[in-house]
């Protein structure tokens, strides 16, 4: 289920009383925590600070969305038969999303980044460097429990 940030304070309040409920029982059990919006990693930043050294940060990951869901019927405004390429550039990105997924936003861009520059590790380096900053700003474990790209992508 989808979840919006106005939910963020609710959350927090029933994943923290859930986590001292556990630790009745389980003292010193792993525990994954997640947030609003699917786990997304924008939302690692509203999760409450690690009650203790046994809870870890979970986020999935489906970025970039046209890419890892073309195709997807699923998704409304997708064209079951569209197809994306993964080294395309940033205005094709944020083109294909308008057209293709209308309502989702485009890539989320690293500083200096403009429409003709291709698509390339730098973007996967921006978007996990949140996760990694606000795990390590909070020395809280951190773990990516879903990523993955629909099987119509091309292979390679």
Known sequence: MVTAKEYSDRWNAVSTDCIR??????????????????????????????????????????????????GAYWVRGMDTSFRMPLHATYGEYDRKTRENAPGFPGL?????????????????????ATAVRIAEERNVALYCGEYGVIDLADVE
């Open 21 to 70: 409920r556990i630790r009745k029982l389980a003292p010193v059990t792993k525990i994954l925590l997640g947030g609003y919006y699917n786990n997304s990693i924008d939302a690692l930043c509203d999760l409450p600070a690690p009650l203790d050294e046994n809870v870890i940060y979970n986020f999935h990951c489906y970025d970039p969305f046209i890419f890892t869901h073309q």
């Open 108 to 128: 989320k861009r690293p500083a200096g980044v403009d429409d003709d520059t291709i698509l390339g590790t730098e973007y996967f380096e921006n978007i996990l």
